[in-house]
């Protein structure tokens, strides 16, 4: 109930006719795909997946509507795409959106979809780059039709500079990588940090959020993957703000304005002592700053 309103929908595709309408290599993808199935399910019904709504809730849950939680972003479309648990389906996920977000470009938003960024509330412990080179280099090819990244880190209290994780230790400019703080503004103690490869942190400790069947979790969740849409609801909110002379600029220059979006979300972090020679910018997600520094450009 408190999602619905901001689902993205694909108006290209017409909906169960068992055709593929928009030509994109997926039949009845209406709002999304689901990579672990190969169907058009993207919800909790069998191959689903519950982590997928309290993940879409700090994104997007509907704002000023007296029922549940409010996301990030009060207006925004949250695509769906559930991922299979191995690599593979992971980079398939990512090409769905490549692809959509190129035909965007392409066809000067006639076609496809205006895909700003990607939540990752996923990954693998101690993964390194250089065993999966198609997955980390999914990061510069979203970047260069313009799409920032976000990927949440271990939920282990390990230095992934030295252990490794991924996505987060993939070289790009065009991924921001996050770890978990507290209300307190603590780094959990099952959080993965990291000076070289953590770009920030965000709030992932007892987050109130959706859950399947029209609820609303009583206890809170925790885990990176609840900082990693904070994030990427920011990211989104960012551009909900710009002047449509910069957003014009985005759509001809999108591989050097999306750069512009992340230095706003990481030098724009509120500097935090348990971040100290933790991550790269020292800090924890500070929304209105990062807004603030995004609109001086």
Not at 25 to 54: A, C, I, L, M
Request: aromatic share 8%; glycine share 10%.
């Amino acid at each position: 109930e408190d999602l619905k309103k901001n689902l993205w929908t694909n108006k290209a595709e017409i909906p169960n006719n068992n055709f593929d309408d928009d030509n994109n290599g997926y039949v009845d993808d209406v709002y999304g795909w689901n990579f672990k199935s190969e169907t058009n399910e993207v919800d909790n019904r069998g191959s689903g997946s519950r982590h997928g709504t309290p993940v879409a809730g700090i994104i997007g849950a509907d704002g000023n509507n007296e029922i549940g939680v409010t996301g990030v972003n009060w207006n925004v479309k949250v695509m769906n795409l559930v991922h299979g648990g191995d690599e593979a389906s992971v980079i398939a996920a990512y090409d769905y959106v490549l692809q959509m977000r190129k035909k965007y470009n392409d066809s000067d938003g006639k076609e496809g979809a205006f895909i700003v960024v990607t939540n990752s509330s996923l990954g693998i412990d101690y993964g390194q780059p250089e065993d999966s080179p198609l997955w980390c280099n999914m990061y510069d090819a979203l970047g260069e039709q313009g799409v920032l990244s976000i990927g949440a880190t271990s939920n282990s209290n390990i230095n992934v500079d030295q252990e490794g994780d991924l996505p987060t230790t993939c070289d790009s400019e065009y991924l921001i990588t996050v770890t978990n703080t507290t209300k307190l503004d603590d780094l959990n103690t099952n959080a993965g940090y990291g000076l070289n490869t953590i770009d920030l942190g965000a709030p992932g400790t007892n987050i109130w959020s959706t859950i399947p069947n029209n609820s609303y979790s009583a206890s809170g969740w925790t885990g990176t993957s609840l900082s990693c849409p904070q994030v990427s609801g920011a990211v989104a909110l960012v551009y909900s703000t710009l002047c449509s002379t910069w957003l014009n600029d985005y759509k001809q220059n999108p591989s050097l304005r999306v750069k512009d979006i992340k230095d706003a979300i990481v030098q724009g972090a509120e500097i935090i002592p348990a971040l100290k020679n933790k991550s790269v910018g020292e800090g924890r997600l500070n929304v209105i700053n990062s807004i603030k520094r995004a609109n001086d450009i």
